[in-house]
């Protein structure tokens, strides 16, 4: 089992930058394929940055391409997302995700809240 904990998140001008971190506690981190995801308030959870377990492989989403970095600390058990260039439209709580390659299994933080104010 994996548990999350999200920091990092708070209040920023847009064009501003912010960096989140994500803890993972338990044996499995480095089993896991682990991802941000985030939900605006009125809207369903969406697709942010995903990284593979050895960090060699990077997806972001469209809207965030260019803008955002997503990387592991395999020693640290954590995982970052740097995010540049921020919009309003970022605006969200952004949650950690942590897929078990061995089992499928989902497991998610708690939510670390990202505003961006114009």
């Known amino acids: 089992q994996v548990q999350l904990v999200e920091s990092g998140g708070g209040l920023v001008q847009a064009g501003g930058s912010l960096r989140l971190s994500c803890a993972a506690s338990g044996r499995t981190f480095n089993l896991s394929i682990m991802g941000w995801f985030r939900q605006a308030p009125g809207k369903e959870r969406e697709f942010v940055a995903r990284i593979s377990r050895n960090g060699g492989s990077t997806n972001y989403a469209d809207s965030v391409k260019g803008r955002f970095t997503i990387s592991r600390d395999s020693v640290k058990n954590t995982v970052y997302l740097q995010m540049n260039s921020l919009k309003p439209e970022d605006t969200a709580v952004y949650y950690c995700?942590?897929?078990?390659?061995?089992?499928?299994?989902?497991?998610w933080g708690q939510g670390t809240q990202v505003t961006v104010s114009s």
């Open positions: 995700n942590a897929r078990s390659v061995v089992t499928s299994t989902d497991y």
